[in-house]
Each structure stands twice: as C-alpha cells, then as structure tokens.
C-alpha cells in the first residue's frame, strides 16, 4: 500500500482518538458545543474513510488497519449510549415540566 493510505490510517485513528475523548466528556453544561465539535469530527472520519474505501477497497482496509474498524465500533456504541443518556435525561425533565404544570393548574384553581 502506499504512502496516502497510511497518512489517512493515521489521521483517521487521531481523529477517532478525539472523538472519543469529545463523548466521554460530554455533560449537561457543554453538551451544544462539544456535541457539535464530535459532530464535525465525525464528518471529517466519514470523507477520510470513504476516500480510502473507494481507492482501495473495505477488505483491504480491514487487512492494513482492523484497530481503525474496532475503534470506530467502540466509539459508535459510546455515542449511542451517549444519546440514550442525554434522551432520558430529557424526557426525565419533560415529565418534571409536566409536572410542575399540573401543580400550577391545582394552586390556580384552588385560588
């Protein structure tokens, strides 16, 4: 293989390293922005693998790198379990909204 695919497998597990370290340290206070930074990260992994995968083939891929196609499985499950979180935390606070409503309806009434 040649010197643009191990450039690219380089560049594609330092990405995949930042994009990893993004998710773990999303929270409630930077969650916009770090979310839209692994967004992008992500993005600039996709074109980078994509351009590989065209020029050389998915097989041959996995031969040359099979720690880039375990990273970016680990890193799918993180940000899926990252979603799931942050989606029950929301529907969490959805309920307590409702909640709060519902009470001040009951003091309105009761005035």
Do not use: C, H
């Amino acid at each position: 293989m040649n010197n643009e695919l191990n450039n690219k497998s380089k560049a594609i597990n330092q990405f995949l390293d930042s994009l990893k370290n993004q998710l773990e340290l999303l929270n409630d206070e930077n969650f916009g922005e770090k979310f839209q930074l692994a967004l992008e990260t992500m993005m600039i992994i996709q074109k980078l693998k994509n351009d590989l995968i065209e020029k050389y083939g998915t097989p041959n891929l996995i031969k040359y790198n099979p720690n880039m196609f375990i990273k970016a499985k680990q890193i799918e499950e993180t940000y899926d379990n990252t979603i799931r979180k942050f989606g029950l935390e929301i529907s969490r606070l959805e309920k307590e909204i409702s909640s709060l409503n519902g009470q001040k309806k009951i003091v309105n009434y009761i005035r």
